[in-house]
Every structure is written in structure tokens, then in C-alpha cells.
């Protein structure tokens, strides 16, 4: 239940594009903090293929100083 927990674990079933599972574990994680932010970004662009979602939820978590979600913006563009 832990949400950095749920963050990490994200991060794992994004990498194996279980999208249903990442979903999941989202839920449970902090939608505050960046990272979070970030996979949510991924998880639109790759799992549910909303790239103009994706576009935002990138455009935030980089706002926040997140370095890869600037990285993963800049990918899309």
C-alpha cells in the first residue's frame, strides 16, 4: 500500500507493457509527485495511445524538474 511502492512497481509493469497492471499500481501511488506524473505519461502514450494526455502529463512532471519526463517530452515531440 506504500505509494512509492506502487511507483516502483509501475515502473516494472510499464517496462514489461503489462499497461493493465501498471494502471493498477498507479492508482496507489502519490499522482503528486513528478515521477508519478511521468509514468501516467507513459502509460498514455504506450498503453491507451493518448499521445495529447501523454504530451501533458510530461509537460507537468517536467515543469516539476523532473530531468527524463523533459527527455520523454522532447521523444514525443
Known amino acids: 500500500e506504500d505509494p512509492i511502492a506502487n511507483l516502483n512497481a509501475s515502473s516494472v509493469a510499464l517496462r514489461k507493457r ?3 497492471l501498471a494502471r ?4 496507489k501511488a502519490d499522482a503528486s509527485r513528478p ?3 511521468n509514468n501516467l505519461g507513459v502509460l498514455a502514450l504506450l ?3 493518448r499521445q ?7 509537460m507537468q512532471a ?7 519526463a523533459q527527455q520523454n ?3 514525443l515531440e
Open 47 to 49: 498503453g491507451d495511445d
Open 35 to 37: 515521477e508519478t506524473m
Open 24 to 27: 493498477k499500481y498507479l492508482l
Open 62 to 68: 517536467a515543469a516539476l524538474g523532473l530531468a527524463v
Open 52 to 58: 495529447a494526455d501523454a504530451r501533458t502529463l510530461f
Open 18 to 20: 503489462d499497461f493493465e
Open 73 to 75: 517530452l522532447n521523444d
